[in-house]
T-cell receptor, first 109, second 117 residues
Framework: GQSLEQPSEVTAVEGAIVQINCTYQ??????LSWYQQHDGGAPTFLSY????GLEETGRFSSFLSRSDSYGYLLLQELQMKDSASYFC??????????FGPGTRLSVLP | EAGVTQFPSHSVIEKGQTVTLRCDPI?????LYWYRRVMGKEIKFLLH????????ESGMPNNRFLAERTGGTYSTLKVQPAELEDSGVYFC???????????????FGNGTRLTVT
């Protein structure tokens, strides 16, 4: 099976850079995804890493190290609208996405 | 394209009653998933359809939960009889390909907030 761990809360100020870590334990692993969820809204896809290394999409980047069973989401030039919950999710080939507990990011002015 | 839609957005029922949630996936998405988030905790997997077939229902908590996807289009999730611990937000998601087939993200609906009193 899979389990993923994330910090429960992170706080940062506008314009700053924040990193949200995700560690996982799994018997088999295919990739790590990141989703953003604003209060009352639908989780939305941010990024996916199937290979080790950094994936960059605008202000957001995601990193994966399969040997360390570790990944992170990096948010740069933080904006107030980035305040949300962020979930990492792992998947085994042919199985389903398993989500972490989520990290609540608060961006302060 | 239209997104994943869920109905109702909110439901308040009494313990012992029945509730049916509906999900309309994105057209052309064969994969449909149900997830639940309870009390701000993790988004927990319930089950996965590929077209009309149940690919994996290992996350269904007990036999009070019944999911169907007749014709491989929309899906329903029925809770009967509802218990207090069933309260939470039920999300439906769809994807064009399965979770293991490369980068195929989940597209989530806005969820149904179920409150059992």
């Amino acid at each position: 099976g899979q389990s993923l761990e994330q910090p429960s809360e992170v706080t940062a100020v506008e314009g700053a850079i924040v990193q949200i870590n995700c560690t996982y334990q799994t018997s088999g692993f295919y990739g790590l995804s990141w989703y953003q969820q604003h209060d009352g809204g639908a989780p939305t896809f941010l990024s996916y890493n199937a290979l080790d290394g950094l994936e960059e999409t605008g202000r957001f980047s995601s990193f994966l190290s399969r040997s360390d069973s570790y990944g992170y989401l990096l948010l740069q030039e933080l904006q107030m609208k980035d305040s949300a919950s962020y979930f990492c999710a792992g998947n085994n080939y042919g199985q389903n996405f398993v989500f972490g507990p989520g990290t609540r990011l608060s961006v302060l002015p | 394209e239209a997104g994943v839609t869920q109905f109702p957005s909110h439901s308040v029922i009494e313990k012992g009653q029945t509730v049916t949630l509906r999900c309309d996936p994105i057209s052309g998405h064969d994969n449909l998933y149900w997830y639940r988030r309870v009390m701000g905790k993790e988004i927990k997997f319930l089950l996965h359809f590929v077209k009309e077939s149940k690919q994996d229902e290992s996350g269904m908590p007990n036999n009070r939960f019944l999911a169907e996807r007749t014709g491989g289009t929309y899906s329903t999730l029925k809770v009967q009889p509802a218990e207090l611990e069933d309260s939470g937000v039920y999300f439906c998601a769809s994807s064009r390909r399965g979770s293991g087939q490369g980068k195929s993200p989940l597209h989530f609906g806005n969820g149904t907030r179920l409150t059992v009193t």
